[in-house]
């Protein structure tokens, strides 16, 4: 395929990389120099601007965008619009709240242009391990692209999910999971590294190789105590990137109970409220009554 690629940053180098080597021709475009640059030598074509990058794809046209969420990537697809052709595509891979989809293909329609809304996991590893796709699109426009989500995903891990902006509210709802899934994993380890005759990095490792826990998930917090077994230079501060939000607003909007993982967003925003988090650290020291350093 012939792809052109806005956004080369973390994700969008690693998008880029993976399409060049499943051979397809990826044309890209960042503002910033040393981001072409690194897509340059992954094997991409990179161009100055947008008009630029439009101009080196052959009609009709897949754009892939690959944007920080919110304005900034409503902006470029209210006006890339205009430089396109009946028959070009126009996809958002980045974390969009998936209620915008409808609104960027109401944009683009009056153009002939199509959307299709993608959730991507896999995060800066994907590159290596392939990504997680998840597709909301028509099926002649999912249809289209299967040779590039072939190339990028992990394992045949790429699925048409339903239409427009279920792509996005997928993601948004795994992200929502992956929230309740490391609180679990926290609150585990805490409750073994209260034990003072438990070796809580031996648990954790035995819990990764073969029992029901394992996980990627897993793996990276193993890594991260690995190389930082008394986790000198974390904070306790732990952000969110507003899909944990989204899964939130969703469940009240159609009365699902979705305790776990609303709880697991709370324990987010607690951990950012200095107050609330001295208390809580407080609680747990209490808790653990110093039974070990």
């Known amino acids: 395929m012939h792809i052109g690629l806005i956004g080369l940053g973390k994700m969008g180098s690693g998008i880029a990389l993976r399409l060049v080597h499943g051979g397809h021709d990826v044309v890209g475009f960042d503002l910033d120099p040393e981001s072409r640059s690194r897509a340059e030598t992954a094997g991409a074509r990179t161009v100055e601007s947008i008009s630029a990058l439009v101009a080196n794809l052959e009609a009709p046209r897949v754009i892939w965008v690959m944007l920080p969420a919110g304005d900034i990537t409503r902006g470029l697809i209210g006006e890339i619009g205009k430089q396109l052709e009946a028959g070009d595509l126009v996809i958002d891979g980045g974390n969009s709240d998936f209620r915008d989809a409808a609104a960027h293909q ?119 105590l690995e190389e930082h077994p008394d986790l000198d230079g974390f904070g306790t501060r732990v952000s969110d990137s507003g899909m944990g939000r989204w899964t939130a607003e969703e469940a009240i909007k159609l009365a699902v109970p979705t305790p776990v993982l609303t709880t697991a967003l709370y324990s987010r925003f607690a951990s950012r409220d200095e107050g609330i988090a001295n208390k809580l650290l407080v609680a747990a020291r209490s808790q653990i009554g110093g039974q070990k350093s």
């Open 106 to 224: 109401q944009r683009l329609r009056p153009f002939g242009v199509s959307f299709a809304d993608i959730g991507v996991s896999g995060g800066q590893w994907g590159w290596k391990n392939g990504y997680g796709l998840m597709v909301g699109a028509d099926a002649e426009s999912f249809d289209r692209i299967v040779p590039a989500l072939q190339s990028l995903s992990a394992d045949d891990g790429y699925r048409r999910v339903g239409g427009i902006g279920a792509g996005h509210l997928v993601k948004a709802i795994h992200n929502g999971v992956q929230y309740a899934i490391m609180q679990a994993y926290a609150e585990g380890y805490a409750l073994l590294e209260a034990h003072p005759d438990v070796d809580s990095f031996a648990g954790l490792s035995a819990w990764q190789e073969g029992s029901s826990v394992r996980s990627w998930l897993l793996e990276q917090i193993i890594a991260a």
